[in-house]
């Protein structure tokens, strides 16, 4: 049979029917698997969005799924880096005798580790929730961070202690321990950078490290009942604190919920309350 005889026409246009019928078969089942993926993902959305403005309405807060005004919130890191930055979940309103405002911030590191390079989060982008209180004055930047070092200072001093508690007398022991913790601390504790300062405080210079531009803003901030008070605060020595401009801030590197806003705002205004009264009143107007 010649390949012009009309069983050959009729066997080819049923293999090319066939084929095309698979293709309009695949190209609808992508494509309904992707419209139940989108549908999915905007009920997602439109189901928390309603969480969050019935957060706000309850709170007295405004609401916004997304706000680029706030990516320039802060100039310091790590705010202003990588690429693809977004703000979004962003609360405002009034909190007490001040102002809250609370969001999430992330963005795509532009230098990925080979790691991350090699692997399949190349898309991943670090997130922080960030809440913040205004304060009456416009200050110097100061930030206090967590010392992570001190947590490796202290794990070595324990042991090595604990495992000469059995062979030496204790007072012995106690001067060890003394000793082991200055020299361990001198060694593991990171040297002072640019702007970081020291006070006359040993304990919390050891738990915080803090930056300034401004030293005497710093001081004057920083008194010894503050000191002592910040290192009784759990979150103190667990987040990051921020002076900038009008603002006071903390935030942490995860996802925004909901659940710590209302903790984290109770705390900073407990810090405006032990922060000098020159902090905490508005400059008076002539």
Known sequence: MGTDSPLAHIALGEQLANVSFGWVLYITVAAAVLGFVFYRRGAAARERNGR?????????????????????????SPFGVGGNRLA????????????????EYSYQPRALSMRKRQGPNNSQKERFQ???LRLPHTCPFLQL????????????????SNALENVLPADVNRDLRDWLDRKVGS???????KNELAF??????????VTSPDARFAEHVLTEELMQWL????KALRQVIRIEGNWLMTFVNSDFRLKPIRPNAR???????HMPEQMRTSPQRA
């Open 130 to 132: 960030v809440v913040a």
């Open 88 to 103: 979004r979940f962003v609360f405002e309103g009034p909190y007490h005798d001040t102002e809250l405002v609370t969001f």
């Open 145 to 160: 961070s967590p010392n992570d070092g001190l947590e490796d200072n202290t794990t070595v001093v324990e042991d090595l």
């Open 231 to 234: 290192l009784e605060q759990d």
């Open 200 to 209: 006359d405080n040993p304990v919390f210079d050891y738990q915080f490290n």
């Open 187 to 193: 060694i593991l504790k990171p040297g002072k950078g």
């Open 52 to 76: 969050y403005r019935t957060y706000a309405e309850k709170y007295r807060l405004t609401y916004w799924p997304r706000d680029f005004g706030m990516l320039g919130f802060s100039k310091v």
């Open 267 to 273: 705390f900073l205004h407990e810090l405006i309350a």
